[in-house]
């Protein structure tokens, strides 16, 4: 029974879910709204498989979701806000010992992070990783208000390079805006 279960979890729910229209695609000028004014813009062309757009008409200026998720061309991203109280150093750390700690597979980070600078002065930090499939770039930020948000962007070596600029865009895209 639990393998039927996870055949249907692992390929027949994405069959339909693709089949199925209704996801966003991302226009110029679109904004993920993450709630309480954080905001990320998405690259152009990519599709909004959860989370909520600025301005889309479920949704009352400054509130939001608290995750999403993009696709395109077999790379992913995914945003999560949540409570913080540390730096965006300590954020990318306890993110690295949660990847660490996953039986799905192991992650192993390239060692070296870079800074990203956002908009309105908000500073992250960003490493690069892999695991036996796939190539990643996690990005996290400490935010004035007590939150932290992670972005992390995967999918094969070759389509992740492909979208280098769209993803360092969207890492540098990250605003915190003043609600009304």
């Known amino acids: 029974m639990v393998f039927v279960i996870a055949i249907v979890l692992r390929g027949i729910i994405p069959l339909i879910d693709s089949a199925v229209a209704g996801h966003d695609v991302v226009r110029a000028g679109d904004r993920l709204n993450l709630d309480a004014g954080l905001t990320v813009t998405p690259p152009v062309g990519w599709q909004v498989v959860d989370g909520l757009l600025v301005g889309a008409s479920t949704v009352e200026p400054g509130a939001g979701s608290s995750s999403a998720t993009l696709t395109d061309d077999g790379v992913s991203a995914q945003a999560q806000v949540a409570p913080f109280t540390g ?3 300590a954020l990318l750390d306890q993110i690295n010992r949660n990847n660490g700690k996953s039986d799905d597979k192991p992650v192993y980070t390239d060692g070296s992070r870079g800074v990203v600078n956002a908009t309105g ?3 992250g930090v960003v ?3 892999t695991d036996t499939s796939n190539d990643g770039i996690t990005a996290a930020y400490a935010l004035p208000d007590g939150r932290g948000l ?3 962007v995967v999918g094969a070596g ?5 979208h280098t ?3 360092s865009a969207m890492l540098r895209s990250v605003s915190l805006e003043a609600q009304s």
């Open 127 to 129: 490493e690069n990783y």
């Open 121 to 123: 002065g908000i500073v």
């Open 165 to 167: 600029a769209q993803v």
């Open 87 to 89: 730096d965006a150093n």
């Open 150 to 152: 992670v972005i992390q």
């Open 158 to 162: 070759n389509q992740l390079s492909a």
